[in-house]
């Protein structure tokens, strides 16, 4: 007579293969979370950059200035930036000029919370030649 359903043996081969399973599923979601946390910083990083960077290049050629650490305000406290002015030419915009000239690269950092550093980089231009 044969009797159907699990033996105690095959129902614990079947829990330790379980609980392998979920031993590496929970490890998977323990080192994906704090992760979340750091992509929604760089994205705070990120638009604080562009924010600043808006703000500096809108002004005109002569105000464009170096600013050195600086926090935000607000919400966005625990955010700094920082405004990287240099003059360049218009043949090597990477190799900075020894005086000044008709061109400035603009380098906008921003840091804060779990996220990096956020860098941006544009040139401006007097657009006089």
Request: proline share 3%; hydrophobic share 45%.
């Amino acid at each position: 007579m044969r009797k159907t359903g699990f033996s105690l043996v095959e129902l614990i081969i079947a829990v330790v293969v379980i609980g392998i399973a979920f031993y590496a599923l929970i490890s998977v979601f323990i080192t994906v979370a704090p992760r979340n946390v750091n992509v929604e910083d760089i994205t705070k990083a990120t638009h604080l950059a562009f924010e600043k960077m808006e703000e500096t290049t809108v002004k005109p050629f002569t105000s464009v200035a170096s600013v050195s650490a600086t926090s935000f305000t607000g919400d966005f406290s625990n955010f700094q930036y920082q405004v990287i002015m240099n003059y360049v030419t218009s043949s090597e915009p990477d190799v900075l000029a020894p005086g000044a000239t008709s061109y400035k690269r603009v380098k906008v950092r921003t840091w804060g919370g779990l996220s990096g550093t956020v860098e941006l980089v544009t040139l401006v231009t007097t657009y006089e030649f």
